[in-house]
């Protein structure tokens, strides 16, 4: 674990279901935020990752995965926590359509 500064959390899942149990949570919050999910090649790794926390504190949950995700989006199932790679948003009112946003560059430092 490495961090940016003492306010920053750095939380490494193993698999992509455990990590997009924190969007599934957080989207069934009082404010129903739903964090971005993000993916950066980081000292040759591919990392997806998402941000959240309030004033004073930020938490990164991330996962070192084999390649690049392929598509855009992420269909997440609310009720099962199910989920596929998908082009476009779809027409599925019970799914959460999260998109994969492609970063060049970032002052986090992932171990």
């Given amino acids: 674990m490495s961090q ?8 490494r899942y193993k698999t992509y279901d455990d ?3 924190v969007i599934l949570y957080s989207s069934q919050s009082i ?11 980081y000292n040759n790794q591919e990392i997806v ?8 504190s930020n938490t990164v949950h991330y996962i070192i ?4 995700p392929s ?3 992420i269909e997440l199932k609310r009720l099962t926590g199910e ?22 560059k970032s002052t986090l430092k992932f171990s």
């Fill in 31 to 41: 404010l129903g935020a739903i964090p971005l999910l993000y993916h950066i090649n």
């Fill in 83 to 104: 989920f596929i790679f998908v082009d476009k948003i779809g027409s599925d009112g019970m799914s959460l359509y999260v998109p994969v946003l492609e970063l060049e």
């Fill in 4 to 11: 940016v500064d003492s306010n920053t959390t750095y939380l």
């Fill in 19 to 21: 990590l997009l149990k």
């Fill in 65 to 68: 995965v084999k390649e690049k």
């Fill in 49 to 56: 990752f998402i941000q959240t926390g309030g004033v004073g």
């Fill in 71 to 73: 598509k855009k989006f």
